[in-house]
């Protein structure tokens, strides 16, 4: 290589590393889940903490953070109508609750809607079908929702289709949030992890609870 072919692959390298929070490349680097880096509040420098939500179940019941007290939470964030990521990351929350076997009755598989307008309790409870049977989805309205991404410091924006205001995509973070049995966030994961290595991260952060 000469020295521009050297330059431009710097150039690269930093261009890839800038888009870090996105980047299948960085999403795949599983050095990166080491356990540490994703505790928090260390990892987004104590910026997300979790918090109250007061929402309502696919069930039609009403769903606020206190009723899963004593419980770890996994609390994923999106929207029904979202044609890759969403399903996907809620695929994974279900691996990870399979592997997790009897350990996972400590955790409640939470999907929460930024997606209110669309997202209505009885499309969510057709929703939820398709994955782990503990999975409770939670809508409710736009202020509530806001509220619940907002205390987790989940990024959303929606762009809309010309002529039609209920014809939009929505671009999103997609983390998945571990809390625990007080309520507050123990761990994010990125997009990308494996159900496997999600269930070997909740399991070392109970262990760490009940020592
Ligand atoms: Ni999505």
Not at 1 to 16: C, F, R
Not at 94 to 106: F, S
Not at 116 to 122: E, I, K, L, S
């Amino acid at each position: 290589m000469n020295k521009w072919a050297v330059l431009a692959a710097l150039v690269m390298v930093l261009l890839l590393s800038y888009g870090a929070d996105s980047s299948p490349a960085d999403v795949q680097r599983h050095d990166a889940f080491v356990p540490g880096i994703y505790d928090l509040p260390k990892a987004v420098g104590g910026k997300v903490t979790g918090g109250p939500f007061s929402l309502t179940d696919h069930l039609g019941r009403p769903a606020s953070d206190t009723d899963f007290r004593g419980q770890f939470m996994l609390i994923y964030f999106g929207y029904m109508s979202c044609p890759d990521v969403c399903p996907k990351g809620l695929q994974v929350v279900t691996e990870a609750m399979d592997v997790l076997g009897p350990a996972a009755g400590r955790v409640q598989p939470l999907f929460i809607t930024f997606d209110p307008d669309r997202d209505t309790v009885a499309l969510l409870a057709d929703f939820v079908d398709n994955f782990h049977p503990r999975l409770l989805g939670l809508t409710g309205t736009k202020e509530q929702t806001l509220a619940a991404a907002n205390s987790y410091d989940v990024d959303v924006s929606a762009t809309y289709a010309a002529g039609n205001n209920l014809d939009y995509s929505m671009n999103h973070s997609a983390f998945t949030y571990l809390s625990g049995p007080d309520g507050k966030l123990r761990m994010m994961f990125r997009d990308g992890i494996d159900g496997k290595t999600m269930a070997s991260f909740i399991v070392n952060v109970m262990n760490k609870e009940t020592r």
